[in-house]
Nanobody
Framework: QVQLVESGGGLVQAGGSLRLSCAAS????????MGWFRQAPGKEREFVAV???????TYTDSVKGRFTISRDNAKNTVYLQMDRLKPEDTTVYYC?????????????????WGQGTQVTVSS
């Protein structure tokens, strides 16, 4: 059974930093794409950052220069370093993975999902 387990969310003041981690088990994603999405109540899930198996990265415009996605294939883990956080970054963040190597930004293309972790940025 495949599981993606996120950690690292929490409460931080505006301008602060958080580092999200997502550890996968049950299947290796070393040749697949992984990413982070977020979803506010009543809104569609939106892409934040995705990374290919060789490290190619894509970011949504609102987080460019502030967030950094990375992965450790040996640990089957993907990370999201979030710096200079803003109140509008507040929402639930989800880790996603797919077996295909291309890092699409379409959330419907990802097969495996974590349970979500809350990030709250106070002003």
């Amino acid at each position: 059974q495949v599981q993606l387990v996120e950690s690292g969310g929490g409460l931080v003041q505006a301008g602060g930093s958080l580092r999200l981690s997502c550890a996968a088990s049950g299947r290796t994603f070393s040749r697949g794409a992984m990413g982070w999405f977020r979803q506010a109540p009543g809104k569609e899930r939106e892409f934040v950052a995705v990374i290919t198996w060789v490290g190619g990265r894509t970011y949504t415009d609102s987080v460019k220069g502030r967030f950094t996605i990375s992965r450790d294939n040996a640990k089957n883990t993907v990370y999201l370093q979030m710096d200079r956080l803003k109140p509008e970054d507040t929402t639930v963040y989800y880790c996603a993975a797919r077996m295909a190597p291309t890092a699409t930004t379409d959330y419907e293309s990802y097969t495996f999902w974590g349970q979500g972790t809350q990030v709250t940025v106070s002003s």
